[in-house]
């Protein structure tokens, strides 16, 4: 049941996060832009935003050459299970009327979310490590296998067993 609600590919899941979509296509018909942004109105575009950062997050595919679903993406995949309540629930209030409120505890927790995303991009650009994606959560270094860098690349070899 936990599964349901809470996992990273469950359809509820899917269907929190088009709701929550809908909810903000709703809201940005709403907006009066001529007219000056009213303050909710500001928090919910930083919301929006917000939303869509985390989003582009999982869309992009960070380590091309190895599939998807390893290193960061995982969490990138998981950051979108909260963000899919918390969009779709607060908007769902927002439209109620209560706008101000909500939307900044919104904002607050969704802030957490992205800035965690954003430090793992930051240590994603910088990270000069030439281990594979996984080396040491996957248990390869306990696998008789010893990286060699070669050509700028790093493969797996298999250490030489010679008698003793």
Not at 80 to 89: D, E, F, N, R
């Amino acid at each position: 049941m936990l599964r349901f609600f809470f996992g990273r590919s469950s359809r509820f899941v899917g269907f929190l996060e088009m709701a929550g979509l809908v909810q903000s296509l709703i809201l940005l018909q709403l907006i009066h832009w001529q007219e000056g942004l009213e303050l909710w109105e500001g928090f919910f575009l930083l919301l929006f935003a917000q939303y869509l950062f985390i989003r582009v997050c999982d869309l992009i595919a960070w380590y091309p050459r190895q599939g998807r679903g390893i290193g960061i993406e995982v969490h990138f995949k998981k950051a979108l299970v909260p963000t899919s309540y918390i969009l779709a629930l607060s908007l769902f209030i927002v439209l109620a009327g209560f706008h101000l409120p909500i939307l900044i505890v919104a904002n607050l927790l969704t802030a957490v979310i992205a800035t965690v995303n954003g430090i793992l991009i930051w240590f994603y650009f910088y990270d000069k490590e030439e281990l594979p994606v996984n080396y040491f959560s996957l248990n390869q270094h306990l696998q008789k296998k010893e990286p060699v860098k070669e050509a700028g690349r790093i493969t797996e070899q298999r250490q030489s067993q010679s008698p003793a």
